[in-house]
């Protein structure tokens, strides 16, 4: 039976969705979240947050030799750390990773979450075998940490969700441990599809037209949230200014898969992977439950940002 085409989603599902499951697995699991994604050489290499069957968030490492068949392995790279200063902020669980490399590093933001709340968590590694926590840095209730690959006017710079305002807004670091000097970016819009709360999904991507990111918007509805896929540009030397901004999602979900889990309706990402060809892979969780792929070219999300009105 031939699958349906959805005309008006920019981002296209692969056909073999999901493409990881919690009967992918080796061990047992709760369910799977969300996966940073990034290509080293020619392998591509998600991190998936998994939930234990007790009900706490560690990360895995899934590898895979074409981007669309993975193996997860059965020990975290990322987990919660048991004693010292990380502890009490991460006595729930790590999660909902964003890769970047920069200069020659390879960085993760992750959401340490504990009783007290949320806060961002820095990670480093070179070859995805061992990671090393570098610290928590950001101000409570914040998450939705994505660094950008090059630094900005001489200093590092990422985005972020306070969770006050449900805004995405960018901030500014000499070190990459103290943070500052921060502008908001973007704003939730009345009337829109990302009305009520929005934040940074994939970390910042160069092209030509400058900085693509991938955020996701959530509207309530009668029956809850929708929680959508949407795509902005950002000005490549002044990333705080909006040079377009899709008016309409570029993934919504519509799939069983994307519909029915521990979230319902609900397309999420953390990373997303540029081809040498234009094609953008977007690894996204659907429902909080498995990890999909959508596949769009580049000039399919800034024909859909040109086409919007010039209200951002």
Known sequence: MRRRRYGPDVVHRWEGNPIITIDDLSFRCGDIRNAGAVKVGQ??????????????????PARSADGYYFEVEDQPILAPSERGPFAIYEEL???????????????????AFG?????LGLARTQDFKSVEKMGLISEPDTKAGALFPKKIKGKYARLERPWVGNNIWISFSEDLEYWGWSEVVMTPRAGFW?????????????????????YYGIKQTSSGPLIRLGAAVLDMENPQNVVGRTNVPILSPREEYERIGDVNNLVFSCGAIIEPTGEVKI???????????GTTKIE???????????EF
């Open 43 to 60: 392998e591509y290499i998600l991190l998936v947050t998994i939930e234990s069957l007790e009900g706490f968030f560690s990360i895995y």
């Open 93 to 111: 669980g790590v999660l909902d990773p964003r890769i970047s490399l920069l200069e020659g590093t390879y960085y993760i933001f992750y959401d």
């Open 115 to 119: 009783l007290p709340g949320y806060r």
């Open 194 to 214: 990302d009305s009520n709360r929005i934040g940074v999904a994939t970390p910042p991507l160069e092209i030509e037209q400058g900085w693509l990111i991938i």
């Open 283 to 293: 690894y996204y969780g659907a429902a909080n439950s498995c990890i999909s792929l």
């Open 300 to 310: 399919k999300i800034i024909e859909a940002y040109m086409e919007s009105e010039k």
